[in-house]
């Protein structure tokens, strides 16, 4: 089953909530969560309730009135399946990428590139107008490719800059600057994580620094031409609305 990238963002919210409290939530923290009304999450979850892909039970609060219930939900095992298929899909396509590598182990750019670059970007317009939080998204990029990996760090990065109302001036100015791309880009990161760091963002970040130095890493072994595609995709990103 394909589901549009809103469906998705809400099922994935209620994945997590659910795997962080081991039990149904009720459907005003999803709209926390994505900063929607309580309203629109009760909505859209029986949306996906209809698909078979969400389910929901009652529960009597100790705070409400004798006799009041409350709607709670949690994901269907259809609807973790929908959700691992689409990781599993991604994986698959990220995985292409070291079929490309040549024997000195420098990837190059290919047309599936920029279809995964493209995925990547509309992901992160999502990710500036939710409240997913930064160590979910950074913990799955440790078995990502390296372009999907460097991608979404930036993607993430820059998302929580936008979340934050942070200004990307100074970002921006680092692939403006005429610096080599191959330079460039790791600071960029540098300056992205650098400024999260003095706003608290990334404190929960425990392994940001290797996240840093892998990137770099990936980015000394990558192509001309791949690097040049994710300077733009960067410059792409920080423009997104």
């Excluded at 409290?21 to 459907?27: C, E």
């Excluded at 930036?154 to 191959?182: N, T, Y």
Aim: hydrophobic fraction near 45%.
């Amino acid at each position: 089953m394909t589901l549009t990238r809103r469906r998705m963002d809400f099922l994935e919210v209620l994945r997590d909530l659910v795997a962080k409290t081991g039990q149904p939530v009720h459907y005003d923290r999803v709209g926390e969560r994505l900063k929607v009304s309580k309203w629109t999450a009760y909505d859209m979850l029986n949306e996906l309730m209809s698909d078979g892909l969400v389910r929901a039970s009652y529960s009597t609060s100790e705070s409400a009135s004798r006799g009041r219930s409350q709607v709670l939900f949690e994901p269907t095992p259809s609807g973790l399946a929908v959700l691992n298929e689409t990781a599993n899909r991604a994986n698959e396509t990220g995985n292409k990428q070291a079929e490309a590598a040549t024997g000195t182990n420098r990837v190059s750019a290919t047309q599936d590139d920029r279809i995964k670059l493209a995925s990547i970007l509309e992901r992160a317009r999502a990710l500036a107008e939710s409240k997913s939080d930064l160590q979910e998204i950074l913990a799955g990029l440790q078995n990502a490719s390296p372009l999907v990996f460097c991608a979404s760090l930036i993607a993430a990065l820059v998302a929580e800059f936008k979340r934050r109302g942070l200004s990307l001036a100074m970002v921006e100015a680092v692939l403006s600057g005429g610096v080599e791309v191959e330079t460039a880009l790791p600071v960029l990161i540098g300056v992205m994580a650098g400024g999260l760091l003095v706003k608290g963002a990334l404190k929960k970040v425990w392994n940001i620094d290797r996240l840093i130095a892998r990137f770099a890493e990936e980015i000394q072994r990558m192509e001309e031409s791949t690097k040049g595609m994710l300077a733009e995709f960067a410059q792409r990103v920080m423009i997104l609305e």
